[in-house]
């Protein structure tokens, strides 16, 4: 073997990344990058797209930030108000997911561990390995609800052809968009499109709407890959969480309602 | 070249497309601030014996005795989450009570003997519960 070889070896291989042991679906040190089953988007017997599965998702920390499968929004329109809310957040202050509080619709989207999702013709279901949270989202046509400001808010779907739509009002002002902590009021109206353009991805684009944050509306999207090898796991997050009750990470102190 | 030089080339290689491996293992990311806890400009080697695994969520916990000057110390440091490194491949096996690991991690910012582990290598060169809860990496799913 020649030594220019070789360093092309190492170079392709290292672009590749190599993976530890014997990962479910990618196996070990071979680089290669996991291929969902090919085919063409399944529908439900009334027709509709079917979204169920098991979704690997990218882990968007920081939604002005592009990343593998996802596309960030750089610059974002904040109001005065806004921008004092993001330039004043410090994590270090308390950050609320630290202390296992719900991390709310947009963070547990944004989370790296999967979710599965469950459909029939009158819901639809996230349900997120990360802290083993769900939300069922009606979406039979029905308006929303007039319930209490909640984390994750309150959910309805409408279908644009072979689109699914999901909006979302009502959410209390606790939750942060991402970790990082791009700030929103209780004014949000999150709107989450899905469509699927075959059997192992899903299109999704997350649409930001408030007011009282943002001058205008602002996006990002992302492809979820389809992972039949993959099962949702308990994820407890109070089980061990040192870090908070060792004094590491504090409680944020939200003001009382 | 002979089957001598041959072995040697390929052992060379393999070296280094291990070192690059682990220069793009996946951090695993945190349910939370890395920031609020860890100081990434605060980056320590431990060397030490470890005495106890915790494989539970949030987050896995690996404690170790550090030896030096001052005596035995103990030490606590944080991986990923359980079910990423399941998916991973790793077990709570992977690394046993009394295995004599080096850890390349960060620093807690509340000084105390807490790190955030970015790589747990055993004596041998294999590194176990790759990656760690560093937002500030890029992660590959």
């Known amino acids: 073997m020649k030594i220019h070889s070789a360093a092309a070896l190492v170079a392709a291989l290292a672009l590749t990344g190599v993976c530890p042991p014997s990962a479910a679906g990618q196996p070990a040190g071979t680089g290669r990058e996991y291929q969902p089953p090919a085919g063409p988007a399944p529908r439900t017997a009334s027709g509709k797209i079917d979204f169920s599965g098991v979704w690997q998702k990218p882990y968007t920390p920081d939604m002005t930030k592009d990343g593998k499968d996802q596309k960030g929004y750089a610059q974002l329109p904040f109001t005065a108000w806004g921008e004092a809310e993001w330039k004043s957040y410090d994590a270090a202050e308390g950050d609320y997911t630290g202390a296992c509080l719900p991390f709310g619709m947009t963070r547990s989207v944004n989370t790296p561990e999967p979710m599965q999702i469950m459909q029939s013709d009158k819901y639809f279901a996230f349900l997120f390995e990360q802290n083993s949270w769900f939300s069922v989202i009606p979406i039979d046509g029905r308006p929303h609800g007039h319930g209490i400001p909640t984390w994750f808010g309150d959910s309805v779907g409408h279908w644009e052809g072979d689109t699914l739509v999901i909006d979302t009002v009502n959410f209390n002002d606790k939750t942060r968009l991402d970790t990082i902590g791009h700030p929103h009021s209780d004014q949000l109206h999150l709107i989450q499109r899905f469509t699927r353009p075959d059997l192992g991805h899903i299109s999704y684009e997350m649409i930001v709407d408030d007011p009282k944050t943002f001058t205008k509306q602002w996006n990002n999207t992302r492809t979820f890959t389809l992972r039949p090898d993959w099962e949702i796991m308990e994820y407890s997050c109070e089980e061990n969480n040192k870090s908070l009750w060792e004094g590491r990470i504090k409680v944020p102190k939200y003001k009382r309602q | ?141």
């Open chain 2, 1 to 141: 070249m002979d089957i001598a030089a041959h072995t040697h080339t390929r052992r060379v290689i393999i070296a280094i497309v291990a070192g690059f491996a682990l220069a793009a293992l996946q951090p695993v990311a945190a349910h939370h601030s890395f920031a609020a806890e860890f100081d990434a400009n605060k980056p320590i080697n431990l060397k030490g014996t470890v005495t106890r695994i915790e494989w539970a969520n949030p987050h896995i916990w690996v404690y170790l005795d550090v030896k030096n000057d001052e005596g035995v110390q103990p030490w606590q440091c944080e991986g990923g989450p359980p079910n990423t490194l399941t998916r991973n491949g790793w077990t709570k096996d992977s690394l046993k009570v009394g295995d004599q690991v080096t850890i390349d991690g960060v620093l807690a910012k509340d000084g105390s003997k807490t790190c955030n582990a970015r790589l747990v290598k055993l004596p041998d060169g294999r590194s176990v519960f790759a990656g760690s809860s560093g937002e500030t990496q890029q992660r590959q799913p």
